[in-house]
């Protein structure tokens, strides 16, 4: 029997908030001198600077015996966190004792965070003071007991208790191991989890943009002002280098969080232009990031712009669609039908009269519509910027101000112009900068042409012609190429290019994207494409490069090419209609006058003749679509570094001449004899075949001697790779990936000892199964994906041999069971990723479990799993997904439980939100069932009575991630020590006492003689929209619930499991949840305030965290509040044998329980496991006007969930 207080409505009562506690530093480092101080400490105390995490470290040694000093106490109690690196003979040090004994007392007293580190030592030997932790403690003890005063031994004794009692509590709060840790990788973990604990991460990523500030102050307000009845469309216009892209992405970054469906969508105009599935690229990614659904087979833009039009027309998304060039573009993304109330969409353009040309606003709802012009900064501001990036300083040096204010006056207040020229003159003397000034003025510009003229003088002024001519390189081909591959092809075009790329970066002229691939502003690829163009004005092909498509057509259907001419790119599915004039084939002969060609693109072009006269210079052949069976004979490519021959019509590539050639050729290998004839690949480093579906036989590596990277995938009639594949010494990359045909894989392969990265997923190998313990252990390093069988299906087991040293490996695809799987994978002892995606196995293979070192796990798409028992303790990453789609119809997720060991860490797990059935647990993290399953009990624990009217109600709900919205019976939620459930309807339950309109209440906890065991608190929650909802209802996002005791200074903010939920004609739904508060929590006399919005920005949430998923307007965007009622729970009193909860109660990641992981800063939890997502690049790095310096890296967060173990057993 559980008692409900009688809270009266009205009871409440004013607020005083505890005081803030004052910080002078980040992080306190406590260590053992003599054991650390000159290695891990030092480079881990170093690694915390490097971020700007202010670290007090005290670098004196003291004596034994000495008491504490009163600086190194103040220096604790003035810091946010402690880091305490436990090493082998800490406990000797009584100074590192009572520094761990004074920092306990401030996590106790203060929610100080509290880090522990154990360097090589074991955290049990901690707790229990065993081994030199027990050595120590004994070795105390001697000394107290040689004392004669007997106060001071009485005082000894006290301390000690006090050693012992805080090594044991410490050892028990969540720690990292260093015990089998690369330092590097071990650091970099600690530093970023110390940068997320005191909300630093996002903050980090989006530094301050010099002289916007009055934009994102407005675009800020825009974003948080939203209607329930009307979507709100923002304009963002300027010529190019005024920072539109920049701006956008700042705000994106700052304000994503307020959204549940977001997207940015960069480069649009440019991405159209250049690629022929641009438009169509864009849908698709936009599909993607707003449903999270798997991407479609549709090759239709008209089709996918009616499939996004319903996405958009039901959820609430907050979009970017930058650098649009044309109403087809916007017409093709958001469609006609209009947007779903509260929606924000913000379009950057140079065109202020596009949008409101889109038939958007022809839609029967017509979305609000602002513009915002930026028209560069003001002139302080101008100057600033200028100063940051030459001096390295907000003003200019001595000497300096007047050739400042003078060169940012010139450059019309353009931040791109500023921002390159000061690279520019960084390190020059004031006559450099006068003559700079002198040289703009000379011709009398004005706009986006003074622009680049200032941009032109900065790429004039690079050191050497080996970066000028690195430059235009780039700003015709390399835009979008990977950097590794852009290196080694342009190195052999007697070009610098690493040391060339770093000088341009250094100038702002280019930055290197997230993946890898080299990005540059628009306006400097234009300025860079300008040079080009003025080398020859009217005649084309005495120009050097030729990227645009209609003129290379018609340079080579004319030809008019010159010895000039060392770059030309040609997509014939890129050229209007009106171009191609009669036939489409070209000659080969329009080639043959640019004996410098190098760099040479004829994608899906139909060329006849002779290929004997190409240039012998060239080094880069790109011929994507290439219509002929073979390889010409006679194509010169003696020189050629990169051949990418993906989707062509060939059957077979074998470089040599003739079957009599290979034979010989093929025999003089065989028997070792050495041939003075040069091969007829004999620079080449890449071959790219992808996609080649007719291919089916690979070989001739005689003649490629220098090839390092063979790229093979997705040639689905491919039969056979030439065992001479083992003359590539130097091969270090080899992806067969999805090669179904292929019937063995060469055995040869062993044989090179430079492979680091093998992919054969989707392969089929019959003949023979690869056996590569022979490679170079210490070299291999292979790739997920990387290696896999297809196991025949009346296969009872296999074989596999591979190196101990292995440290990836995937066997996904391979028709395994649990029954095939290998019973013993003892000998993969450095394993650190395992795949077993797409097999049916029903339970994770007993064997996995053996794996020490294990921290990637893969189960994706593994149709029978049914259950994952205790993995390995070191795992990290968990990925159980499967695609709904993918399931037969009638079929559902049969995972059903996932079961940790005891001494788990905090992992990822991907893949839970696609669950749809009612009854599942994640051991320690999630439990659903129905709330008709629940026991009878368990619900009068809760003081849930009366409910049997919703237990069989059913409702529409869809999770983060999951692939759709899936209707189940009303379930009960529980996680962090919260029980809930969502339900439809309009009035609360009875048993909420104490009700109030709107989203808030507050009150004050009664006095009362009873335990208080928990608080239920309900809402309910509509739409009030003019928006007509759509005949199968939409998405209404839960929003959050905070909790804050303001007497104890404490909140904590719940994010639901579920996150929308459909609504019907009804447009209501309710909430009802249990919150398993105990007096240290909450007890009688304090003062609660609770409220329910999609975001929170108050006194309550630190400005670091502003910034974070949860920093948003205070007003809710899911929904409104209608009214919102609590009612606390008390102990009856009764002595029962068993607690109804215990079990809920033994989880350890709950409220009353260890939250460290979820803390924010003192006092302040974010309960949500979607918070914990592994930050991943989604936009290319740096763009104009960052401050001090700093690269503006922007990032997009992969979310996943965090799991934990349940609470240790008493030991």
């Known amino acids: 029997m559980v008692i409900l207080s009688q809270l009266l409505p009205g009871s409440s009562s004013s607020f005083s908030s505890a005081q803030n506690h004052n910080h002078r530093y980040d992080v306190f480092l406590s260590f053992r001198g003599a054991d650390t101080r000159n290695s891990f400490t030092d480079h881990l105390y170093n690694s915390l600077l490097d971020v700007g995490i202010n670290t007090f470290l005290d670098d004196e040694e003291i004596e034994a015996g000495e008491p504490l000093k009163p600086e190194l106490k103040n220096a604790i109690q003035s810091s946010r966190a402690s880091i305490i690196v436990f090493s082998k003979n800490f406990a000797y040090s009584t100074w590192c004792l009572d520094e761990l004994v004074s920092i306990l007392e401030q996590n106790t007293n203060f929610n100080q965070i509290v880090i522990p580190i154990f360097y090589h030592v074991e955290p049990t030997d901690v707790r229990k003071q065993q081994s030199s932790f027990g050595e120590a403690m004994e070795k105390h003890k001697q000394r107290m007991e040689t004392e004669i005063n007997s106060e001071k031994k009485s005082q000894l004794f006290q301390k000690m208790e006090s050693w012992k009692m805080a090594l044991t509590q410490v050892a028990d709060l969540k720690g990292k191991d260093a015990k089998g840790r690369k330092e590097t990788e071990f650091i970099k973990e600690i530093v970023t989890d110390v940068q997320r604990k005191l909300g630093l991460l996002l903050s980090n990523t989006l530094p301050r943009l010099v002289g916007m500030d009055d934009y994102i102050n407005f675009i800020g307000t825009w974003l948080t002002n939203r209607s329930r009845h009307t979507a709100d469309i923002l304009t963002v216009v300027g010529i190019g280098g005024t920072g539109k892209t920049s701006l956008a992405k700042y705000m994106f970054g700052l304000h994503s969080g307020k959204f549940n469906k977001t997207s940015f969508i960069e480069g649009i105009n440019r991405k159209c232009n250049e690629c022929f599935n641009g438009l169509h690229d864009l849908q698709k990614q936009l599909h993607k990031d707003i449903s999270k659904k798997y991407q479609l087979q549709v090759n239709d833009v008209c089709v996918y712009t009616s499939i996004l039009e319903d996405a958009l027309a039901r959820k609430r998304v907050f979009i970017v669609l930058d650098d649009i060039g044309s109403v087809d573009q916007l017409n093709a993304l958001l469609g006609n039908k209009g947007l779903r109330p509260g929606s924000k969409i913000i379009i950057t353009t140079k065109d202020a009269s596009l949008t409101e040309r889109c038939e958007l606003f022809n839609s029967q709802v017509s979305p609000k519509h602002k513009k915002l012009s930026l028209q560069g900064l003001y002139e302080y501001d101008s100057v600033k910027l200028l100063c940051v990036h030459a001096f390295k300083s907000e003003k200019p040096k001595e000497g300096y101000k007047e050739v400042a204010i003078k060169l940012a006056k010139y450059c019309d207040r353009h931040p791109l112009s500023l921002e390159v020229l000061g690279r520019s003159l960084r390190k020059q003397n004031v006559a450099y900068w006068k003559e700079c000034i002198k040289g703009l003025k000379k011709e009398p510009l004005s706009g986006i042409e003074k622009a680049k003229k200032a941009l032109k003088m900065s790429i004039d002024s690079l050191p050497s012609e080996n970066d000028k001519e690195l430059f235009k390189h780039i700003a015709c081909f390399f835009v979008g190429i990977d950097r590794d591959m852009t290196e080694t092809i342009l190195n052999e075009c007697d070009i610098n290019t690493r040391s060339g790329i770093r000088n341009l970066t250094d100038r702002c002229l280019l930055s290197i994207g997230w993946n890898n691939v080299l990005a540059m502003h628009s306006l400097i690829q234009e300025t860079g494409r300008d040079l080009v163009l003025q080398e020859s004005p009217k005649i084309l092909g005495e120009r050097s490069r030729l990227w645009c498509h209609d003129e290379s057509f018609e340079v080579l259907e004319h030809k008019k090419g010159t010895i000039n001419v060392v770059g030309l790119a040609l997509d014939m599915r890129m050229l209007e209609k009106e171009t191609l004039s009669g036939s489409l084939h070209l000659k080969t002969d329009a080639l043959s006058k640019m004996d410098k060609l190098k760099l040479l693109h004829l994608n899906y072009v139909k060329i006849s003749g002779s290929y004997k006269n190409l240039s012998k210079e060239l080094r880069w052949l790109c011929m994507h679509g290439f219509h002929l069976k073979s390889m010409p004979s006679d194509l010169p490519m003696n020189n050629l570094v990169a051949l990418d021959m993906s989707h062509s019509s060939i059957e077979s590539f074998d470089m040599s001449y003739s079957n009599s ?66 003359h590539c010494v130097d091969l270090v990359h080899v992806d067969l990936r999805n090669c179904y045909k292929l019937k063995k894989v060469p055995t040869s392969i062993c044989k090179l000892n430079k492979v680091k990265t093998l992919l054969l997923d989707g392969c089929n190998p019959r003949e023979s199964q690869i056996k590569i313990r022979g490679m170079n252990s210490s070299d291999i390093s292979i790739n997920r994906e990387n290696l896999s069988y297809d196991i025949s299906s009346d296969s009872n087991f296999f074989t596999i041999s591979l190196p101990s040293s292995l440290k990836i490996l995937s066997l996904a695809n391979s028709n395994l069971s649990n029954e095939s799987f290998p019973m013993d994978l003892s000998c993969l002892s450095m394993l650190e990723e395992l795949s077993l995606s797409n097999n049916p196995i029903v339970s994770m293979p007993n064997s996995v479990r053996t794996l020490p070192r294990l ?99 059913r409702l529409s709900v869809s999770t983060e991630g999951g692939l759709e919205s899936f209707e189940c019976q009303t379930q009960m939620y529980y996680e962090f020590g919260i029980f809930s459930t969502v339900y439809s309807g309009v009035e609360m339950p009875g048993l909420i006492s104490c009700k109030s309109k709107g989203s808030s209440i507050s009150f004050t906890i009664p006095s009362s003689p009873k335990k208080l065991q928990g608080l239920n608190f309900c809402y309910v929650e509509t739409d009030y929209s003019s928006f007509t909802i759509p005949s199968s209802g939409y998405d209404l996002e839960l929003p959050m619930i905070k909790i804050s005791n303001i007497t104890k200074n404490h909140t904590w903010i719940y994010k639901h499991y579920i996150d929308t939920v459909r609504i019907d004609e009804n447009g209501c739904l309710i909430l009802l949840s249990h919150w398993m508060f105990g007096p240290n929590e909450m007890k009688g006399g304090d003062d609660i305030t609770i409220t329910v919005a999609n975001g929170f920005d108050d006194d309550h949430i630190t400005p670091a965290y502003r910034t974070s998923r949860f920093a948003v307007g205070s007003s809710s965007s899911s929904g409104s509040i209608v009214e919102c009622g609590m009612g606390l729970v008390y102990d009856d009193g009764k002595n029962e044998e068993k607690d109804v909860l215990g079990y809920y109660k033994s989880w350890n990641h709950i409220i009353g329980g260890d939250l460290s992981a979820f803390q924010l800063l003192t006092g302040q939890y974010i309960l949500n496991r979607k918070e914990f997502w592994r930050w991943e690049p989604r936009f290319p790095s740096g763009r104009p006007f960052i401050n001090n310096g700093a690269i503006h890296k922007e990032y997009g967060p992969r979310f996943t969930f965090k799991a934990f173990s349940q609470k240790k057993s008493a030991e």
């Open 661 to 726: 050639q290979r034979f010989v050729r093929g025999l003089k290998w065989l028997i070792g004899s050495s041939s003075k004839e040069k091969p007829v690949l004999g620079s080449l480093k890449i071959l790219d075949l992808s996609f080649c579906e007719q291919l089916q036989y690979v070989g001739g590596f005689l003649e490629l001697p220098s090839l390092e990277r063979l790229i093979v995938t997705n040639c689905i009639s491919l039969i056979e790779v030439c065992e001479s594949v083992a």
């Open 855 to 953: 921290e990637r796990l893969f189960m994706r798409d593994c149709k029978m799993l049914m259950s994952v028992e205790h993995p390995p303790r070191t795992l990290r990453v968990l990925d159980v997904k499967v695609y709904l789609h993918k399931l037969p119809p009638g079929h559902k997720n049969l995972l059903r439980k996932v079961k940790f060991d005891a001494e788990m860490s905090p992992l990822f797990l991907d893949g839970v939100s696609e669950l749809r059935d009612s009854a599942f647990e994640i051991d320690g993290m999630v439990k659903i069932e129905a709330m008709a399953d629940v026991e009878e009990k368990i619900s009068q624990s809760l003081g849930w009575t009366n409910l049997e009217a919703i237990k069989e109600k």
